[in-house]
């Protein structure tokens, strides 16, 4: 029996067995109702609300304190003797590695698919709210993540949720923080082997073997589809190995390097249809405001951009504070304030450049998927590079895998994070952890199983369920984290580092 006859057989049995148990659990959590002519799912409505009520709550943070938030980053306030791991720059690399990937170059083009240019529009209206909510929860993460004798720290929601809680109410806030601790940790683990690992796999290499030969190619073959998912499986073992140091080490030269190559090629292509960029923007903000539009707009960016590419973004989710938490620093709110620039990258520069790219290109492919036949969004994408010049489509190819590869990375440390605090932080345990990780590489160039990737879908929006629930209840604790650091840097400015000590301390004394 063939190697391929074996995998699709695993492929055909996983189908059968979780088909219905993913089906059951999807139409639960992604439950819908009618909105304007279009069913949205309330678990989108869960976090955008969320975005807008934090937006509202700490007085628009990610417009107010964009500046602060880019003088932290570039170092302005670091601290020599601050306990972590990785500076700043570093830990907003590791985690946008996590969220910068196939959502960006994919999910986009189905975006624009279903709801037409103006998805555009409401792509950014959900970046924009999403930088409230992603300060939030990465505050927290600093300021109850755990720091072990080696140097190292485990940060996420497992962690605030339980300390946090445990702090504002008692003894009854502590059991409800320990349950939604192991649920959180629970949702993190499955959605990482599946979602961050076996899908960035599988997709990155059905990329590959469309890109160099096709189906008739060697990479098409069972042999190629081995030899990609162990080299990608040793390469992801040896940054794994040295933890979330050796991964912002890659990310930090990686993710700004991705990112460069994939906006330049966007603005190439929209350089090239310069003409047609005027009628485009009119387009995205007809098609956002106009009555079809709206309804497309939102199906367009909330419910495709959050529930098929929700990692594209993962405001509210509570797996960035896991790689956020690693930071060096004495204020929680400093990170907080660098973690909104997250969203801002992933969402409102990346996804709408791939966009605007699609629509001012305008690919035949996107006219037959906006009629409805079922074209793949890497494949559109690919097509409005291709409209430009014909090598084009080979620059996404590695744009995905670094994507995809930096993905596998985060996740894989996000996923071991949520495996200590279920089994224990011993070598053996984390030992475990790696070689799964990695067995689950070399499965995902082999294996398709898309009804464990769609309960990987319900797991991360589960997962969202329980964070925001713990942000809401400990929002007052943020706002303290805030206007403490806030005091600090006036004083830091003004004064001495002593100077600034003392008021920081005076500070967290009235608070």
């Known amino acids: 029996m063939s190697l391929d006859t ?68 570039r170092g302005k306030y670091d601290e020599k003797d601050a306990p972590g791991e990785v500076s700043h720059f570093q830990a907003l690399t590791a985690a946008v590695s996590g969220t910068v990937g196939l959502g960006n170059i994919a999910g986009v083009a189905v975006a624009v698919s279903i709801g037409g240019p103006g998805a555009t529009f409401w792509m950014i209206v959900c970046g924009l709210l999403g930088m409230a909510s992603k300060f939030v929860e990465v505050t927290l993460g600093v300021k109850y993540r755990d720091e072990h004798a080696d140097g190292t720290v485990s940060g996420g929601p497992m962690h605030y949720l339980p300390k946090g809680l445990a702090e504002r109410f008692g003894r009854g806030g502590a059991r409800l923080g320990k349950a939604l601790a192991v649920l959180a940790a629970v949702f993190i683990l499955f959605f990482g082997l599946f979602g961050g690992n076996l899908f960035q796999t599988n997709q990155s290499y059905a990329q590959i073997a469309s890109t160099f030969g096709g189906e008739d190619g060697f990479m098409a073959s069972s042999s190629g589809a081995v030899l990609f998912g162990l080299l990608v499986a040793v390469l992801v073992g040896l940054v794994l190995l040295g933890g979330i140091r050796s991964i912002a080490s890659v990310t930090s030269r990686l993710v700004p390097a991705m990112a460069i190559m994939y906006v330049v090629a966007c603005l190439t292509v929209i350089l090239v249809n310069i003409t047609s960029v005027p009628d485009a923007i009119g387009s995205i903000f007809q098609g956002a405001f106009a009555a079809e539009g709206v309804a497309g707009g939102i199906i367009g960016a909330l419910i495709v951009g959050f529930q098929r590419a929700a990692f594209s973004n993962e405001a509210g989710i509570g797996s960035a504070p ?35 790219t699609i629509v001012v290109a305008n690919p035949a492919s996107w006219g037959e998927a906006r009629e409805g036949e079922s074209i793949g969004g890497v494949t559109i994408t690919s097509d409005a590079f291709a409209t430009v010049l014909p090598w084009f489509p080979h620059l996404l190819t590695v744009a995905v895998l670094l994507f995809a590869f930096s993905t596998i990375l985060t996740w894989g440390y996000y996923g071991l994070k949520a495996w200590t605090y279920l089994f224990g932080r011993s070598r053996t345990s984390e030992t475990v952890f790696k070689s799964v990780w990695s067995v689950f590489v070399v499965a995902g160039a082999l294996l398709s199983l898309d009804s464990l990737i769609s309960l990987a879908d319900s797991a991360l929006f589960l997962l969202a369920v329980v964070n925001i629930v713990g942000l809401y209840l400990l929002a007052p604790v943020v706002k303290r984290e805030l206007n403490s650091f806030l005091e600090y840097t006036r004083t830091r400015r003004t004064g001495s580092g002593a100077e600034a000590e003392n008021a920081e301390v005076k500070v967290t004394d009235a608070s």
């Open 6 to 73: 074996i995998t699709q057989n695993i492929d055909d049995a996983v189908s059968d067995f979780f088909d219905p148990v993913a089906t059951v659990i999807g139409d639960i959590v992604f439950y819908t109702v009618p909105v304007a002519g279009a069913d949205l799912p309330l678990i989108v409505a869960w976090l955008a609300i969320a975005g807008a009520v934090f937006t509202c709550w700490f007085g628009f943070v990610q417009a107010r304190r964009i500046r602060l938030a880019l003088d932290v980053v």
């Open 322 to 356: 896991i790689a956020h938490s690693a930071v060096k620093t004495k204020h929680p709110a400093s990170e907080g304030l660098v973690a909104l620039l997250e969203p801002f990258i992933d969402t409102v520069v990346v996804c709408t450049m791939t966009a605007l």
